[in-house]
């Protein structure tokens, strides 16, 4: 199965490249200039390596919060993390000066903050109720998130920027070329250290009883986690928008298949993330070929029915 996950990655990358609006000439790709060349490095190239880190990373976080919470059901989209990080960027644009606000630095400390906050007042909030049926906690998360959401919104009405809003904030990559896209590269350690603590967050899954007779320090694991998937939600929000469901979805049919020892799985996941998030680019591009649907379309409408699927499931 890794194997053909990985032949089938290579192809989707490959037909990400040739997928497009313009066709690429292959006399000028072989001799390395023109127009297609250009748009081969300047675009395509920055697009597969921004789909490619924003599925990984989304997948990372997805698996981290669900040990955290104990729950399959729970990623950045179904906890607050992605409305928080909204807010944040908004808050940014009107709270610090101009210079600071159009640097990217600024937008991602604020994002970063927000969702970070956000992500405690949920798991706070969770322990606290204290769920009998798993499938509420998404709910609450679910809730939770429109609260958020309406107070973006609300904000961005009051400060006359709620069209643009709507426009900048939804997940689409067509906007993604060479230079506008580098931030997405810190998915890269965050992922290098996920798997580095790969065996502390399998063993933060088992509950903080468990963790704490096992030597785990469980507050710190949980924290560091926290600021893996803040990190990760602001990086790929403030590069292409924000992108709901990938992050519940792969873990939870990986897990299903191979096992909780993200020491095993986390590669696969990784792997998993990409290549959906591959396919759903792919069928955004060719819908409505030349046009182009947002990703964040396609991937809400097919992991929104995953999504869908699994609640049935976990509720029996």
Known sequence: MPIRLFGLFIVLCGASLLVGARQLA???LISLSGDAWLTLTASRLPRLAALVLTGIGLSVCGVILQHIVRNKFVEPGTSGGLDAAKLGILVSLTALPPAMASSTLGRMLFALVFCFAASLLYIALIRRIRFRNTVLVPVIGLMYGSVLSAAAEFYAYRQGMLQSMQGWLLGDFSKIVEGHYELIYLVLPIVALTYLYAQ???VLGMGEDMATSLGLSYAATMTLGLLLVS???AATVITVGAIPFVGLVVPHLVARRYGENLGRTL???ALSGAALLLVCDIAG?????PFEVPIGLTAGGVGGVLFFVLL???GR
């Open 26 to 28: 292959w006399p000028q």
């Open 200 to 202: 502390r967050f399998t």
């Open 267 to 269: 590669p696969l996941i």
């Open 231 to 233: 990190v990760t939600v």
């Open 285 to 289: 591009r060719l819908l409505l070929y």
């Open 312 to 314: 049935l499931r976990g």
